[in-house]
């Protein structure tokens, strides 16, 4: 107790500066910048700020007039939707029954965890083959089958979903493990003990299971609302400027055109700080909605 | 007792578990298998007959004798291994001291140093890289031909990026470790660096290691950055050269699956060789979170 090790606090500075220099450099000066950024013109990528926007707040007032911004965040809003109900639901679905089986269950979480650990570039290049309109895997499968025309994924009302399938499909995995994990550390006992009072298995998962998973699953919640919001790899290799017909944008993605391809940078920061804003805000939403929920 | 044990092996229950967990290990695991199967066939095959195996006169070594010889993959994969390797060394050093520090030591700001930490989790590279590009510009690291200076510039926001999370994990490890060893080679005459080199780092080995992984796959696999900062062609990592092939070469499609599985067979092997780190980390990091 109350080591005499750490009470000469010098070596605290060469412990901490390095880190904190890091994080404050390239962190948060850059951050609080680019709040600074979005309020004034910035005609190109590395360019100083010439004066104030007119009006100072006239990003803000464009990202709710945009139409293309629109379609990002209603995108990002159905891909956050995908997430949740999508990788959450269905991870818990597998959890659930991995955590049942005796055998294999080791076999499954490494071949889950599988897709997250490779680059969303490659997969979306993957899932252009696989989506692919003459004649990809899944076209091939279909006129296996009988279906006598080719179906363009990509095209038309189709595309939002086959952008949205190949995201949630890499990161169910991650979700996975963090569900397993939970489930481990719920004692076999208390499940011992409602079967041996009756309970079926429905009740068992609506009484037990869910209640004390409660905390994992906002965890998962958080998470999956912040990552919907980052997505930017995948979508922008496999739909590149928002193609086909600027349906296909996502706030990160439409950010990194503004940025790069219009070259209305102070534009592109604002988009930058509506999605972290929406993150905080969304996600304490979720977590206020769910704590309230009485089991 | 006869029937309880029937019960248990043949249950149809169990039978719809591993049949619903088997179908989606296939979703999982077939499409990188196809993919691999499709680069040894020739374009025209694909597009006809993705299914069967690469066998006899469907099997061709063509598209990566193009891929090796149209793109320069070998650079690619150098550029990509420098900025990750630095990533993960600077990564692994800086947040192991600071975890360190913010464990063992007591001092005034304490809290307010960890809330630091937690909240730089939050900043989504979107919202810093505009100011760290200008930055960058300034110091004349980026927009240069350099090839050094602009793996530099990619190594260094991604460094910044992966600190607070590594700080996170290692700050669990460490807590979980007894003070006593620390004291005992305190009583022998080490320094607080000899007893972080000698004591701490060896005893929380495992967990360095997840960190590790994990920050050398996030930079391995990140391209935002790289959009920013890699601008020749001979500067570019492997997901910047992949982005490219897919909007140069889109229909070479015996190409485009050879050039998927260069890129991610390395990473499988790693994946199927370090595993256990890799999930076991995942879960640390993500439930401190």
Redesign the interface.
Known sequence: MG????K??K??L???I???A??V???????F??IW?SFHVIKG????AKGWNDPWYSNYLKIFTDPKMRTAMVNTLWMMLATLIGQVG?AL??AM??D??KR?AK?????????I??????L???????F?Y????LN?IRMAFGANELLDFKKGSLAVLTMIIPVT?QY???YF??LV?GLNNISPDIYEAASIDGATKLQRVRFITLPLLHN?IC?CIT?AI?GA??V??LP??MF?NGMPNNKTWLT?TY??YQ??STKD?DY??A???V??VL??VLSQIANHALKEKDY | MEKVKTKRRFSPWMVLVYALLSAWAVTTLYPLLWVLMNSFKLRGRIVSNSFSLPVGDLFTLDNYTKAFSKLNVWGAYRNSLVISISVVVVVILLAGLCAYALVRYQFKGKAFLQSLVIAAMMFPVFSTIIPVFRMMLSWKIVNTDSLWLSLLSTALPQIAGNLSFAIVVLSGYIRSLPIDLEEAAYLEGCSVFQIFFKVVVPLTKPSFATVGIFCFLWSYNDLFTQMFTLRNSDQWAITRLLNEISSQEGTDYGLLAAAVTIVIVPVIIIYFCLQKYIIKGMTAGAIKG
Request: net charge positive; charged share 5%.
């Open positions: 080591s005499m090790i750490y000469n606090k070596p605290l060469i412990f901490l390095p880190a904190f890091f994080m450099v390239f962190l948060y000066y850059p951050f910048l680019n950024n990528l590395g360019q100083s269905i679905l597998l029954m991995v049942n089986i294999g076999l499954f979480r490494v071949l889950y965890f599988l897709p650990v490779i680059s969303a570039t490659a979306a290049l993957l899932f252009n083959l696989i692919l003459d004649t990809g895997m091939q499909w169910v995995g991650f493990i963090i994990t994992v965890t998470l912040t919001l980052k930017f790899d922008y290799t590149p990160g950010m990194y940025t790069i940078v592109g920061s988009i930058a700080l999605i972290v993150g905080v």
